[in-house]
Structures are given as structure tokens and as C-alpha cells.
């Protein structure tokens, strides 16, 4: 059975940093991700890591987040720095293994003064 557990979210100030974690187990995965829904709005995609490494980043987070992943401990993380209050958002981990996609249940990123 799949599963993907995040975690690492909280409150923060405007311009500093937090780092999410996210644990998967049940599979290896080609694709790990990690994607964001706002209040009012839809999920959008912030990050992407391949199993090689290779990373892919939305443009409202390049130069700010980091995406990073370990194979062996089937670990993914973001790095995040200089948050801005539209960063808030729920947090999802996601994980692709052909043919199906998986999702934690999301933690709660809040940047406020």
C-alpha cells in the first residue's frame, strides 16, 4: 500500500524559510512532486523531481524553492526561502509510479506577519 506522509509546515514570517518533508513507502516512484492549493482556488504545481534528479519549477517559485529527493530513504523535501504571504497554501506531496499517482494528505504552509 501506498502511502505519503508530509510534513514540516507552520506559520512563518513574510521573507523567511521553512522546509517540507515528505516520507513515501509502498513503491519506488519515477516522479515526485510537490503542488499547493491557496484558499478559493485549484491545486498548482510548484516543483517536480525525477528519479535522475532532474527538477522543473513553477515560475512563481524558481530562485526561491528547492526541490530535492533521497531514492534510498524514498524521501522528497522543498526548500523554501524568502516566503511571501501568496506562498500560503496547503502543501501536497505527490508521487508517480505507471500507471497511477499518489498524494499525502498536505500540510498547512502560513506566511504572515
Known amino acids: 500500500q501506498v502511502q505519503l506522509v508530509e510534513s514540516g509546515g507552520g506559520l512563518v514570517q513574510p521573507g523567511g524559510s521553512l522546509t517540507l518533508s515528505c516520507t513515501a513507502s509502498g513503491s519506488s516512484f519515477s516522479l515526485m512532486a510537490w503542488y499547493r492549493q491557496a484558499p478559493g482556488k485549484q491545486r498548482e504545481f510548484v516543483a517536480t523531481?525525477?528519479?535522475?534528479?532532474?527538477?522543473n519549477y513553477a515560475d512563481s517559485v524558481k530562485g526561491r524553492f528547492t526541490i530535492s529527493r533521497d531514492n534510498v530513504k524514498n524521501t522528497v523535501s522543498l526548500q523554501m526561502n524568502s516566503l511571501k504571504a501568496e506562498d500560503t497554501a496547503i502543501y501536497y506531496c505527490g508521487a508517480y509510479h505507471h500507471p497511477a499517482a499518489y498524494w499525502g494528505q498536505g500540510t498547512q504552509v502560513t506566511v504572515s506577519s
Open positions: 523531481i525525477t528519479s535522475s534528479g532532474f527538477t
